[in-house]
């Protein structure tokens, strides 16, 4: 592996015992989550990540989870309480021994949401600035060829104040990777740029990146952002990381309760895994579900109770369907509505219905469930 963390810790000098404490969830935790809780003030606990040369990662999280103090820890600007980080079997830093190598003999780059370029100097004496050990003509040659990797040869001799937000934060983008970094770290670079723009530019950086052959870890909130660019997603909670996997993995087979709220629209539904003719199969009130290949055996559960997660795209509005649900909520998002609904018995659901089926607050509408993945954790209650 090309860069490795293996259970790096963290705790911030002055963290009382009950400083970075966990901020309230919107779900209560499981009993598998309540035996991970965050060690006391510990910014960043335990977490081991891998990533291979050429690959992007994703880190994504609610706010405090710890995703720039991770940052920090690789950069070298935070001392390590635990574990090690290594980069192409390099070691950077390691608890155990006391190894710190200092930030600027890493060879990361780096790039910020403030992407802080100097205003006196032009774009090319920006994007240079980092190369001044290098020969005049390999400097410029330097600086040409990664103004081109970012679409911004033109605009070499331009002041900063001269470019759009974006076009700035392409040549802050530029800058990082003039050294050629083995590895750059970007903490919300776009989360100061319009939607539009955000959207624009994730889906060239990957380009650039890729381009580049650079391997890159990425911060930010935004879950669209998260898939368009990782290869990797990570989902951090109260300073782990609850799971590590491909952007279709974390979505389709979260591995923990964490990780099926924070991503997505759903709920979590009461649900019942029983012995079927076919093998198992879970009873919801929506219908059961058939398609359980990776679902836990019902042993696995005290009666087979489980909380399923339904996502609101496995649930289709269908005026066929013998399930009925009451329209609560709704919130329209261009190509479809997110409804908020309510069976007859009780249990919410949430789906995405296409935005020219506009019914009615407080309207029935038929529905039956699409799933192909099943997820299923403990029943809560
Ligand atoms: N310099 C510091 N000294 C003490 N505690 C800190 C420091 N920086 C961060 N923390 C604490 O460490 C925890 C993790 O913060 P961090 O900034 O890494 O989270 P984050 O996931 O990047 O958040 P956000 O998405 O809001 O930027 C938080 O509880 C925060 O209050």
Request: net charge negative; glycine share 10%.
């Amino acid at each position: 592996m090309f860069l490795a963390l293996d259970r790096v810790g963290l705790r911030y000098p002055g963290s009382a015992a009950t400083a970075g404490a966990a901020k309230p969830l919107a779900l209560p935790s499981t009993t598998a989550d309540a035996g991970k809780s965050r060690a006391a003030g510990q910014a960043v606990h335990q977490v081991s990540l891998s990533l291979s040369a050429g690959q992007i990662g994703v880190l994504i999280g609610p706010s405090g989870c710890g995703k720039t103090s991770l940052l920090r820890c690789i950069a070298g600007l935070e001392q390590l309480e635990s574990g090690r980080i290594s980069i192409a079997g390099e070691a950077l830093a390691d608890a155990q021994t006391g190894l710190h190598l200092a930030p600027e003999a890493r060879r990361i780059g780096m790039v910020f949401q403030d992407y802080a370029l100097f205003p006196h100097l032009s774009i090319s004496d920006n994007v240079g600035f980092g190369l001044r050990h290098l020969a005049r003509s390999e400097r410029a040659q330097r600086i040409q060829q990664v103004l081109e990797l970012v679409g911004l040869a033109h605009a070499a001799k331009r002041a900063p104040h001269q470019l759009s937000g974006g076009q700035q934060q392409r040549v802050a983008l530029a800058r990082a990777l003039a050294p050629a970094p083995r590895l750059l770290l970007l903490d919300e670079p776009f989360s100061s740029l319009d939607v539009d723009l955000r959207e624009h530019l994730s889906q060239e950086l990957r380009g650039i990146l890729q381009a580049s052959g650079t391997t890159a870890l990425f911060v930010t909130h935004d879950q669209a952002e998260a898939f368009a660019i990782g290869d990797v997603v990570g989902v951090m909670h109260q300073g782990q990381l609850e799971q590590w996997d491909a952007a279709y993995t974390v979505y389709h087979r979260p591995a923990t309760r964490f990780v099926a709220d924070f991503i997505g629209h759903g709920v979590f539904t009461p649900g019942r895994i029983v012995e079927g003719e076919d093998g198992p199969l879970v009873q919801t009130p929506v219908g059961q579900l058939k398609d359980i290949e990776a679902c836990a055996l019902a042993s696995a559960f005290p009666g087979g109770r489980c909380d399923v997660l339904l996502r609101a795209d496995d649930i289709v509005h269908d005026d066929l369907a013998p399930v009925q649900a009451k329209i609560e909520r709704k919130i329209f998002r261009g190509a479809d509505f997110l409804y908020t609904l309510r069976l007859a018995s009780g249990e919410q659901l949430m789906a995405h219905v296409p935005s020219h089926h506009d019914h009615q607050l407080g309207e029935w509408i038929g529905i039956r469930v699409n799933v192909d993945h099943v997820v299923t954790f403990p029943a809560q209650n």
